[in-house]
């Protein structure tokens, strides 16, 4: 999705903002631009493509300026062209937005009528003229941003500059991530802290609905025109500056830290093979009046939440939904008393999992419904997380490829802890079972390293792939949603079309599709279900197909003609689908790369979804 970086400083910020472009690319975009304010004047540049085309092209140009704005952008309102790349300006005005202005035909109506010209097809350019416009009867800049914010529906984050003001940076947060990057002598504001990181670790938080101004040495942030104070945070040195290091891709280097990840997010909760007794208590929701358990998610999120259904209630006999939060948000979903909402989410600011959460708080609030909200989220200082009764980190680092790994295992870990804090306050398992479900999570990091020594075996079969249009998995019980994520990963990095479906279902539609042809993978852990997946491969196998079974070492599944195997550790069944997740990353990750396409950045896709 796009990303913003601004600045205002003494010296020229021109690679700093190339630097945090660059630093965002992994969100997804497919056009970059920049604007800086020197003598008076708007320098911009745009170009199509990565930011190494908007580099090449400031470095010809020889843009400097200690006042700017950059910006990449997804393609919303307007094809990927260079004329619809931010900033836009308008006169001395020029503007880099996130999100979406959803009135900006009728608002563009009028600025035409009042003879503005848009040399844009984009939503943006409304709000350049509207500045522009605005500033005719406004004292100042940051007067006219706030009389333009109101005319503005729907989500937003802007970064707005004038030719007049060459120490004035004005940033509005309105339903779209914005941070402000504290420096000394300089302040800068980005959509992602990671942008700024190699600059600074001093951050305010902009709140919904904040309008501030920047200067070199001041910043003053604004509610509905009254100055409010936020706080600046100091992030911990330790958050990864996410580099490639040794790897090839993020993808990779992201798949081979999950045992690190693991042990992390799991550290953080236990004593020993008990939960600690401070782990999620220092909250106002008492778990034990909890009567069901809601969760909301997209994407690989939500196959992270079908995975913990299972879970809920077969370890705890809590009921337990599930469901995308795109659906969610918009089907005015009844609201029980006493449930738990989950909101499962790697970057914590996925548009319609945030919009579930804010309507079903809204909705529970006027209804005066009793409800409790968690997060379980990879970014700390993300919306959700500050908006729910609770959070549980995933401790899995920056994840910067595209197609999530570590941080899906990670949410797994997480909800696993969930359901056991949950049962040991609601007494519905007994302390022994929980322990023994400590000592098998405290020994994944372990399976996983064996796990990932498979990765030869698995490139050999990803050679078999490569030339395929389609492809299978199948999976039972927990392994259903893995088959699920498994056909996710594959059709995101390698544009092979992929289902995943449970393997009971197969008679039901699927295996109309097996032939010669048709790759099924398959996911066989030693389980109460191995003899019943046994019998469904032996269906695929009649019909032609070609199996390639990712197998527990006992589950007595060999090699032979047309059934590739490869074995996998033995773990506890409840467990699998952490292990699981392993081959199936692998498989998309080798299959992609022999295809040639961009791993970590696959077309038409963004890391973080922060419009609808
Ligand atoms: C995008 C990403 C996926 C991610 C989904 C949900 O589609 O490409 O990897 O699973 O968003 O994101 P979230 O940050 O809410 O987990």
């Not at 034990?288 to 909301?296: A, D, L």
């Not at 802890?417 to 609601?426: A, C, P, S, T, Y």
């Not at 269906?539 to 032609?544: P, T």
Request: proline fraction near 4%; aromatic fraction near 6%.
């Amino acid at each position: 999705m796009c990303g913003i970086v601004g600045g205002v400083a003494e010296r020229s910020i021109t690679n700093i903002l190339i630097e945090g472009l660059k630093r965002l690319e992994y969100r997804g975009y497919d056009s970059a631009g920049l604007a800086l304010i020197n003598a008076g004047q708007v320098l911009r540049q745009r170009r199509v493509g990565k930011v190494v085309n908007l580099e090449q092209a400031v470095n010809e140009a020889d843009l400097m300026g200690s006042l700017g704005i950059a910006h990449t952008r997804w393609a919303t309102h307007g094809k990927p062209t260079e004329d619809n790349a931010h900033p836009h300006i308008s006169g001395p005005v020029a503007v880099v937005h996130n999100g979406i202005i959803e009135n900006y035909q009728e608002l563009k109506d009028d600025l035409e009528a009042l003879g503005y010209v848009f040399t844009s097809q984009t939503d943006t350019e409304v709000v350049a003229h509207l500045v522009h416009d605005a500033l005719k009867s406004a004292p100042n800049l940051l007067k006219a941003v706030e009389q333009v914010v109101p005319q503005l529906k729907g989500a937003f984050a802007l970064g707005i500059v004038h030719t007049d003001y060459p120490d004035e940076l004005i940033t509005v947060r309105e339903g779209s991530p914005l941070v402000i990057g504290v420096g000394i002598g300089e302040n800068f504001i980005s959509s992602d802290q990671l942008a700024l990181l190699p600059i600074t670790n001093r951050f305010i938080y902009l709140e919904e609905g904040d309008i501030a101004r920047l200067t070199r040495d001041s910043i003053e942030v604004f509610v509905n025109g009254q100055p409010v104070e936020r706080p600046i945070k100091e992030l911990d040195a330790t958050v990864s500056n996410a580099s490639k290091g040794e790897y090839k891709h993020y993808m990779l280097k992201e798949i081979y830290e999950q045992p690190e990840a693991i042990q992390q997010t799991i550290s953080q909760a236990l004593n020993g093979n008990t939960l600690r007794d401070d782990f999620l208590k220092n909250a106002d929701v008492d778990f034990s009046q909890i009567q069901n358990v809601q969760i909301i998610a997209c994407g690989t999120s939500y196959h992270a939440g079908m995975i913990a259904k299972y879970w809920f209630e077969q370890l705890i006999n809590l009921p337990c939904q599930v469901e995308i939060a795109s659906e969610f948000r918009y089907r005015t979903p009844v609201i029980v008393n006493h449930t738990l909402y989950v909101c499962i989410s790697q970057s914590g600011e996925t548009a319609d999992t945030l919009a579930a959460l804010r309507d079903t708080q809204k909705r529970a609030a006027e209804k005066n419904i009793h409800i409790a909200t968690l997060t379980i989220c990879n970014v700390a200082t993300s919306s959700m997380v500050r908006e729910t009764h609770h959070s549980l980190l995933t401790l899995a680092g920056p994840e910067i490829g595209v197609a999530s790994t570590k941080a899906f295992t990670t949410q797994l870990a997480a909800l696993m802890l969930l359901v056991l804090k949950i049962g040991q306050v609601k007494q519905s398992i007994a302390a022994d079972e929980i322990s023994s479900i400590i000592a098998d999570l405290w020994h994944i990091p372990k399976v996983m390293l064996d796990t990932l020594q498979k990765d030869k075996e698995i490139l050999r079969l990803s050679d078999l792939f490569k030339e395929k249009q389609h492809c299978l998995f199948l999976g039972r019980g927990t392994e259903f949603p893995i088959a699920l994520e498994g056909a996710l990963k594959l059709k995101e990095i390698s544009y092979i079309h992929a289902e995943g479906y449970a393997a009971g279902e197969l008679k039901h539609g699927p295996l109309a599709l097996v032939d010669n042809d048709m790759p099924v993978v398959i996911l066989a852990p030693q389980d109460d279900m191995l003899d019943k997946l046994k019998s469904n491969m032996e269906e695929v196998q009649a019909r032609g197909g070609e199996l390639f079974v990712f197998a527990d070492e006992t589950s007595g599944i060999k090699e032979k003609d047309r059934q590739h195997v490869v074995l996998v550790p033995n773990v506890n069944a409840l467990l699998a689908p952490i292990v699981y997740s392993i081959p199936v990353q692998l498989l998309s990750y080798h299959v992609a790369v022999l295809r040639g396409t961009d791993v970590d950045q696959p077309r038409n896709l963004a890391k973080s979804v922060t419009v609808e």
